[in-house]
């Protein structure tokens, strides 16, 4: 007891080291606590603050394609909008992309938040040179030759046969595609999404092949620079657009709902197909025996794709 | 000599002792302290099971379907998405794990026409559903409850929200 007094007195040093110690425990505890809080505070912030922005560039979509439907929407920066908590101010733009050629109309959403922007889209596409251009008065045509036994209620009218097809600028698809054209995998997996599908134009891709007896499921429009070959027994149920810059051949026995055909080049048409739509070609069409074919003029009704982010 | 060198064993017995009656004397706010972190603990967890089963289930029925219908099952409301694609069926439910513990846990089911169903567990083991309730505001609204409970602590909490279909409506 005497030697612990001795040293209480010689060395007091010691009991502030022990509350030393003790207050760096507790510190250490409570900085722990308050990163875990500020940690957690953050993420809640940025998962309420994209939660946000998702609604209301959903929300300014759907108003805004309401909109167009009804009168010309202009492209528009809104007034700024300050969001909580945090009040970050943000503010959403409306982009109205028109294209007389094709036509096509294309309305974003994009808004900027920190370093990157969010933007959702939503397409309305007519048929080449517009669903009134006279060339769709007739269900099939061909600017060359029919050849094949056709109904005689299919052969062209309305539009005077010519050499020469007018000019449309389908190539224009192209800077509009949502994905690439699906795979057997992705069509036998997902179907279509309602959106319009084409590969790039730099990559150096052949024809675009669907399998022999593949279902198509669900609407799309799908374009394609070179030919699209539609295997044989192959069918589709949903409202589906061809556009083609080559030509377009359609196995034996193919059954086409909802179909609207569009190739600048030729289109070959198989044994037993039935189609129930609308056929045009820049070149020759040629038809295989016991083609029927009901004309369906509802498919070229604009394509309104589904919303999607970008 | 000693005592220039450094402590003695004697030394940090005492600076020991003296830790443990100043921890003894604010016991109660240490106990307060640790309680506290293991509710914040408990939080995070359930914080970071809500988020990721909503966000699943919103970006599902926000983006990807055309028809949402609303079933009612033991467990609450079963979910099913007919998505875009029309091959593909998503469905998000509670049900019960069964085991030496049985407990309820929200699942998330794949159906891809031809193929057998992909189910898979959306919470984590710790984490028990306590409810999943789902109701029709309108033709494209709906709100979404979940309740979570820690299976330790019992500690629990309720999430909702509201999620709006961008191109599809419930039925």
Known sequence: ?310 | MNSKKGFMLLEITIAFMLMCLLFATFYQAFLQMAVSMRKIYDDVELNRVAWSVMSTVESEIMYNSQQVILQDNKYGTRIVCRNIGPQRTVAFYCSKVEGTKPKVVVYKSTQIAGKPEGVNPLSSPVVLAEKFQVEKIDGRTLCLEIELKIETTGRSKTFTEVIRLCNGHVI
């Open chain 1, 1 to 310: 007891m005497q030697r612990a007094r001795h040293l209480v007195e010689q060395k007091q040093g010691f009991i502030v080291l022990s509350l030393l110690l003790l207050v760096l425990v507790l510190s250490i505890l409570a900085q722990g606590i308050i990163h875990i809080v500020k940690q957690q505070a953050k993420t809640q912030q940025e998962y309420i603050r994209h939660r946000q922005i998702a609604i209301l560039g959903t929300e300014l979509l759907l108003g805004a394609v309401n909109q167009e439907q009804q009168n010309n929407l202009q492209s528009q920066i809104l007034q700024e909008i300050t969001l909580y908590p945090g009040a970050e101010k943000i503010a959403p733009q409306i982009i109205v992309e028109r294209r007389k050629t094709l036509p096509l109309r294309a309305i974003n959403i994009a808004i900027k938040y920190k370093d990157a922007t969010w933007k959702m889209q939503q397409l309305i596409i007519e048929p080449p040179g517009g669903s009134l251009h006279s060339i769709y008065n007739n269900l099939l045509y061909s600017s060359k030759e029919i050849i094949g036994e056709l109904p005689e209620k299919l052969l062209p009218n309305g539009y005077p046969l010519s050499k020469t097809m007018p000019q449309m600028d389908i190539n224009g698809y192209l800077k509009y595609k949502s994905n690439t054209l699906p795979s057997a995998g992705t069509l036998q997996e997902m179907g279509l999404l309602g959106r319009l599908y084409a590969n790039d134009s730099g990559s150096s891709s052949g024809p675009y092949v669907i399998k022999a007896n593949t279902t198509i499921k669900g609407n799309g429009i799908l374009y394609h620079n070179n030919p699209i070959k539609l295997g044989e027994g192959s069918s589709s149920t949903g409202k589906l657009w061809l556009i083609c810059n080559d030509e377009i051949i359609i196995g034996d026995n193919v059954a086409l709902e909802n179909i609207f055909l569009y190739a600048n080049g030729p289109i070959f048409i198989g044994r037993n197909v039935h189609i129930c739509g609308i056929i045009i070609s820049a070149g020759k069409i040629q038809v295989g025996e016991g083609f029927v074919m009901r004309g369906d003029r509802s498919v070229l009704e604009p394509f309104l794709t589904t919303c999607y982010m970008n």
